[in-house]
């Protein structure tokens, strides 16, 4: 069965610093891959996605991300953080040979240290 | 587009009581997913329907939990009777899919549920 598996719950950084977030799954075939972000009391918003092509895909507010089939890993970067970053953070998988499922990873919440 | 709409934001009841969380997807969509959001086991997926039609319910947790899409503008979720370890918020998402599993999804605001 298709999982997600993101093993930090809390990441704590500081103002600045850079950011990795993990992201590992199993799926079929093809995986369609997604990181969403949401912020205190909203919806979650997409952040990014992989579907093919290059494995190295860009997103809005400055995150990027890389599929690496060999490590069945889709980590999350950003090389500066900023205090409005803090939030909570979910990878998410979807296969086209299964059927139009999309599932959540448990999230990682990140904190930013001022 | 206003985007997804759900309703109500919060609803407080108490247990043994029908709740009913509606939803209505963007204009042009033709899929639709309820999910659920609680601390303990984060966002599972509950049931998602395609062109109106329900293609699986296999997160549904039981038989006090359904659902339906009536048409491509509103889907509901109920719950009766309603217990307390089903507070939580509920996630309406909705999204386009020109092939199978390459859902964008578009997230309403979420329906917080509390039972007491």
């Known amino acids: 069965a298709q999982s997600v598996t993101q093993p930090d719950i809390h990441i704590t950084v500081s103002e600045g610093a850079s950011l990795e977030l993990r992201c590992n799954y199993s799926?079929?075939?093809?995986?369609?891959l997604f990181w969403y972000v949401q912020s205190p009391g909203q919806g979650l918003q997409l952040l990014l996605k992989y579907f093919s092509g290059d494995t190295l895909v860009q997103g809005i507010k400055g995150f990027e991300a890389e599929f690496k089939r060999s490590q069945s890993s889709f980590n999350l970067r950003k090389p500066s953080v900023h205090w409005s970053d803090a939030a909570e953070y979910f990878c998410a998988v979807g296969d086209m040979n299964r059927d139009d499922k999309i599932i959540f990873g448990k999230g990682t919440r990140l904190h930013i240290l001022p | 587009d206003a985007g997804v709409i759900q309703s109500p934001r919060h609803e407080v009841t108490e247990m043994g009581q029908e709740v009913t969380l509606r939803c209505k997807p963007i204009s042009g969509h033709n899929s639709l997913f309820w999910y659920r959001q609680t601390m303990m086991r984060g966002l599972e997926l509950l049931i998602y329907f395609n062109n109106n039609v329900p293609i699986d319910d296999s997160g549904m947790p039981e038989d006090r939990f359904s659902a339906k899409m009536p048409n491509a503008s509103f889907s509901t979720l109920k719950i009766q009777p309603s217990e307390p370890r089903d507070s939580a918020v509920y996630f309406c998402?909705?999204?386009?899919?020109?092939?199978?599993?390459?859902?964008?999804?578009?997230f309403g605001a979420g329906s917080r549920l509390t039972v007491l």
């Open positions: 799926y079929g075939a093809t995986p369609y």
């Open positions: 998402a909705s999204s386009l899919a020109r092939v199978s599993g390459a859902n964008v999804l578009t």
